[in-house]
């Protein structure tokens, strides 16, 4: 790395002073730029698949310095002055479309870094900017000191209702403080649980008073976020506003789809109208089921997720464990592919390749033609030393080289279980999902035909329609003409009945029309809090600041669902004040319409029996995955569904069909 950085210093130092050219200038930095980043990155991979002391100690010793590069990079003015001069020259107007999209990300990049204000401005810029990591990192030290403060130890008579395992550990945690009894705190495999499945409703209740409540004026002074939230959003307001902005989440939409703060209102406004009746619904069937099943009257906040358990146990009674026997790896895998092969016109075969574990495979992607477009490696099974999750990388990326194109190369990284017993390895439904879904993630990276690294495969591509191929992918998982071809009972190989598919999927929909305004909630509050929140404007009239002010209004106005008037929901809204979904939290349902819009072709050019069109296929593979970040995400999706992104097909595929 030490040498790869001098390497990587010497070529930004003649790039510096090269012509501004794409030749002498953009293609050098490129190369110097990139041997670096493919180096680092499989040394992160490994961080990530095989961390052993050893490779973390390096990891740690390299970072701050790969950082700092970067970081280095991004402030170079001399760059910056370079890619305006060739942004200005004739060459630009004679480059390719995804140069000329390099280019301008190029530009824009260095603009919302700063890099056009005047120097007078620049200190201002950048203590704004120190002060916000500064704060963001508090906050979210602010919401774990909170959440690991507390703990409750309870006896045998409190603990009926919950599950086994969860008991199992919560038995441990007493036992290490040398204790009897159970104990339980605010982490989600401890917390979630207790609100599930716990009978003894004051234990729920306590539970929830102190996890809606963390980092508040109601607990310790010094961990309370409240003047945080509104120093945050009075530093963005005025950084936005240096930057030519009037306000924050106008900044944050510049290099996203989505084009302006009133686009996005709408959309969720749209959408959380819609879903209403259905989100109405589901609540009245809870409220019906918590009185007369369970005497639980009225309904709290803290009853909510344990009657909803209890209502879907009964209403489609299924396990995993039951579902599971029908998913064995090797059918699922030639399954997944098999339906890729069909839809996006490629070969897969196994290939041979060094990798970092015996459990590692890899695998070979070729077109019709025979030619070698891209290779993945797979890493199914959880281990110690990988980190949990699932995810993809890209290990190369496609480009044009003198010696011709570079074939690219992903990471598909997952934490399922491992065979035993002599058995194939069985996945989850949610599991196969999931490998779908990165699958999906894979092929963006590996199906482009983009032959400039920075805009190829999911490189450059907006940040809120990323996760347009890999959720699109996803639906597969719902089809049962694919589904019942990757299914195999492991004991008795029958494939999945069909009774047991139409109980999952009725299961999928379960109180949607709640779960939909929640996020809408989520969503329209962050949005209306980085566009018309005021930060000059007087003093609050509500204890917990002016965001929950604004909160209050964003429910009256969505929510069919109003937690007790003590929720300090924003104080723990880590996404938005110390993560980067802030003006940015509505992309999960956005890409969720774009996914399954794009999905809804594949529905209506289904074949007779059923199953998916290939024409439709090879469509959405020239015109998303092949493209890349080559052009805006918007213009890709018209050019594939041939209008403007609809809303009814997630409504559908969520069993919300108007009446
Ligand atoms: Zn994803």
């Known amino acids: 790395m030490t040498q790869l950085l001098a390497e990587a210093r010497s070529a930004v130092h003649a790039a510096e002073r090269a012509r501004a050219t794409w030749q002498d200038f953009v293609q050098p930095l490129e190369d110097a730029t990139e041997r670096l980043s493919r180096a680092w990155g499989q040394v992160e991979h490994l961080h990530g698949v095989l961390d052993s002391p050893a490779l973390r100690e390096a990891y740690n010793a390299s970072l701050p310095h790969v950082t ?3 970081t280095e990079l991004g402030q170079n003015l001399r760059l910056f002055e370079k890619y305006r001069e060739l942004q200005a020259s004739p060459e630009a107007a004679g480059l390719a479309p995804a140069r000329r999209k390099l280019l301008e990300n190029a530009l824009r990049d260095f603009r919302l870094g700063g890099a056009e204000l005047p120097a007078e401005l620049k200190p201002r810029y950048a203590a704004i900017q120190e002060e916000l990591a500064s704060l963001s990192a508090k906050f979210s030290e602010n919401v774990l000191d909170a959440t690991n403060a507390f703990s409750l130890v309870v006896g045998e008579e409190r603990i009926a209702g919950l599950p086994e395992d969860v008991l199992a550990a919560a038995r441990e945690a007493a036992e290490k403080d040398g204790k009897p009894g159970w104990k339980f705190n605010l982490q989600m495999p401890s917390y979630l649980p207790v609100m599930q499945y716990a009978d003894d409703r004051a234990l729920r209740e306590t539970l929830y008073w102190e996890s809606a409540t963390r980092a508040s004026e109601f607990g310790k002074p010094e961990w309370d976020n409240t003047p945080l939230i509104e120093r945050i959003l009075r530093l963005r307001k005025e950084d936005a506003q240096l930057l030519g902005y009037a306000n924050f989440a106008q900044l944050s ?15 969720l406004r749209d959408l959380a109208h819609r879903a209403r009746p259905f989100a109405e619904r589901d609540l009245a069937e809870l409220r019906a089921f918590a009185r007369t099943e369970l005497g639980l009257d009225p309904l709290q906040s803290w009853d909510l997720a344990y009657a909803s358990e209890k209502l879907r146990a009964q209403r489609y009674a299924f396990s995993d464990q039951e579902v599971k026997q029908y998913f064995p790896e090797p059918q699922v895998l030639a399954g997944m592919f098999q339906l890729v092969q069909t839809l996006y016109q490629v070969a897969i075969s196994e290939s041979a390749a060094e990798s970092w574990h015996a459990d590692v495979r890899f695998f070979d992607i070729r077109n019709l033609r025979g030619e070698l477009i891209g290779r993945f490696f797979i890493d199914l099974y959880a281990r110690e030393t990988k980190r949990g999750g699932a995810w993809m990388d890209g290990a190369i990326s496609r480009r044009r080289r003198e010696s011709g194109i570079q074939v ?21 439904h949610d599991e196969v999902i999931t490998l779908f879904h990165e699958f999906g993630h894979g092929l963006h990276h590996l199906l482009t035909r983009v032959e400039d690294l920075g805009v190829a495969g999911i490189n450059g591509v907006e940040w809120d329609a990323v996760e347009l191929p890999s959720q699109f992918m996803e639906n597969f998982c719902w089809e049962w003409q694919v589904l019942k071809h990757m299914t195999r009972h492991v004991d008795t190989g029958e494939a999945l009945p069909r009774a047991l598919f139409d109980r999952m999927v009725a299961a999928k929909n379960f109180q949607s029309g709640l779960a939909t305004l929640r996020q809408i909630e989520f969503a329209l509050f ?21 965001a ?28 938005v004040f110390a993560g980067g979904y802030a003006a940015g939290y509505y992309s999960y349902k956005w890409a969720e319409v774009l996914s399954a819009d794009a999905y809804s072709l594949f529905e209506e050019n289904r074949a007779e029996d059923g199953a998916p069109d290939p024409a439709t296929g090879v469509r959405f593979r020239d015109e998303i995955l092949a493209v890349g970040g080559s052009r805006p995400a918007a213009e890709s999706f018209r050019a594939f569904r041939g209008r403007e992104p609809s809303v009814d097909a997630l409504l559908r595929h969520s069993g919300m069909i108007p009446a």
């Open 408 to 428: 690219p190369v992903a990471y598909l990284n997952c934490n399922f279980s491992r065979p035993i017993g002599g058995k194939p390895a069985l996945f989850t």
């Open 253 to 267: 939409l510049v290099p996203k789809m989505a084009q302006t703060p009133e686009q996005v209102i709408d959309f």
């Open 68 to 70: 700092q590069f970067w």
């Open 548 to 575: 929950l002010e604004l909160l209050d209004e964003v429910r009256r106005e969505v929510a069919v669902l109003t937690p007790p008037a003590w929720n300090r929901f924003p104080n723990s809204f880590s996404h």
């Open 526 to 546: 962050d949005m209306r809090l980085h566009s018309e929140f005021d930060p000059a404007a007087g003093r609050p009239a509500h204890a917990g600041g002016a």
